[in-house]
């Protein structure tokens, strides 16, 4: 009897052992994988890097990724601004009102968006819209053979189809990024002002007195990382499509969601390293807020 | 229109293109291995052989769209591994490359998809780029009014005239061509052979075909390399099966060459259903027994 449940023991012990070393076995190659993709995008970025300082963009592959970064993406930031802004009305107004603190709702819609919502929408709504774009178009022309085709009449894929849309994106995401700021500014006061009857004077006084030039310049600043982390990521899961639409589809989705999570890690290091530079600068001021 | 037979050019005796012991590894997966070639001025040379055996990657790696592994790519005496990448775009001049699926860019008019290596390669756009477009689009046999549209409103044999156009618009000392009839008819097929030879009599280009289809290897080539995979030759065999003229591919010795000159399947089809066996249970009378089964219940 003692036997069988020595055998049972060492056989449940056994299994649990292959079980954890298979467990380990996965997440190590996750982790491998991880950090291989990571190297693989930084090396992408420096070389997209070098050919963006070494030869200029041509204005016809540059206007068309403009207009389709900048212009079509206009009206729907805009308009997730605007119900941002709202929604952050409606959610902070009742827990304010108990605290007796529903005047200060303009410093605090304004700061929030300014400084956070704003940017990281403008951001995932690019990421969403263009990013994936990016990735299934690059990774068509991969699959298609249109890439091999650039480098067979002597254009650098990388100079051609990278660059430009590394540009509209780093240089027009700050001007999204103040759309969605002003149009949440907008949502935020339509909602407190009019639906809630706050007092305009107060909305707009505390708006004014508590978010400041930093503020903004915090929103605006992260937003150009945001754009090339996009860019450069999006353009990475295009130019390593596999093959098929199956593969296409892979990477426009991969694009959007290893953006968005990068978009998000880089927030937390960029306000940590604004902080940083707020406080050395303006050690008394804090925030206005407290 | 384009129903002449054009007799094949001489070829000239230096080398336009050579690879010396040149491999392309893709991991432990062997693609190509060892192999070397010379391929003369002028001559049209027919790179034939079973899917998967590295035809394409052996065409690619000829113009560098493909590093190799080992070994080396000797353009006009040039080492290709030599070259910064701004020298081997400005090689890349001299080549032209028809691609299977013609490979136009989606985002292009016609006109804008041939006028594209003049504009790399520094062109001014103007009357005398707008005559060249035109000159060769009538060479291929497409008419002007093709130039507005889109890729996408062509059928295939247009798509690859138009590839042809494309890569023959800056005069290419080499032009290469990655299964140029697959996927047309007879008579577009035949159409697309004589536009080859056309070509190669009036720019005296050096063309390689990545072809499998025979008639067409007889018709423009001066001489065939057959190649065979690497995963199932014989130890110490190269994979260069056949390098020789078309009319001597029946005569070959090698069993392999006269079978897939004949389009004969062989011994393979066993060797197919053997592997996908040993890889595979059989599951159907497993099936049957669970439906019986089933049905009884």
Known sequence: ?290 | MITTVISKSPPSESAIIETQGLSIRFGRQIVLHQITLSIPRGQTVAIIGESGCGKTMLLKSLVGLLPATEGSVRFDGCDLKSLSEQELTKLRRRFGFVFQNAALFDSMSIQQNIAFPLDQHGVPSGATAQSLIEQRLMEVGLPTNVLTKRPSQLSGGMRKRVGLARALILQPELLLYDEPTTGLDPIMSDVINELILRSQRRYSVTSIVVTHDMHSARKIADRVIMLYPYSRLLPGESQVLFDGAPEQLEESKDRRVRQFVRGEAGERLMELLSSSNMSHVDETPRLHETIARREAE
């Open chain 1, 1 to 290: 009897m003692g036997s069988i449940r020595k055998t049972a023991r060492d056989s449940l012990a056994g299994r649990l052992s292959i079980g954890f070393s298979k467990v380990a076995n996965a997440w190590g190659s996750v982790v491998i994988q991880g950090i291989n993709t990571l190297g693989d995008i930084s090396l992408f970025a420096w070389r997209m890097f070098l050919w963006m300082v070494s030869a200029k963009p041509r204005s016809g592959t540059l206007m068309p990724n403009f207009y389709a970064v900048g212009v079509l993406s206009l009206p729907v930031v805009a308009l997730t601004g605007t119900f941002i802004g709202m929604v952050l009305a409606l959610q902070s107004y009742h827990q304010f009102k108990t605290m007796g603190l529903e005047s200060k709702l303009g410093a605090v819609i304004t700061m929030s968006l300014v400084r956070e919502l704003g940017p990281v929408l403008a951001a995932t709504m690019l990421a969403g819209r263009v990013g994936s774009a990016m990735a299934a178009v690059i990774g068509t022309m991969r699959v298609t053979e249109q890439i091999d085709a650039l480098v067979a009449m002597g254009a650098n894929p990388i100079h051609y189809l990278v660059v430009p849309r590394f540009l509209a994106c780093v240089l027009l995401i700050p001007a999204l990024t103040i759309m969605a700021d002003f149009m949440g500014i907008v949502g935020g006061y339509f909602f407190s002002v009019i639906v809630f009857g706050i007092d305009h004077a107060q909305y707009l006084k505390n708006s004014r007195d508590f978010v400041g030039g930093f503020d903004f310049f915090t929103g605006i600043f992260k937003s150009v990382f945001f754009g090339a982390i996009i860019a450069i990521v999006s353009c990475y899961r295009g130019f390593h499509c596999q093959a098929g639409a199956e593969g296409v589809g892979r990477a426009a989705t991969s694009a959007f969601v290893e953006s968005f999570v990068m978009i998000l890690a880089m927030d937390i290091v960029l306000n940590m390293f604004l902080d940083g530079v707020h406080s050395t600068f303006w050690p008394t001021s804090g925030s206005k807020l407290l």
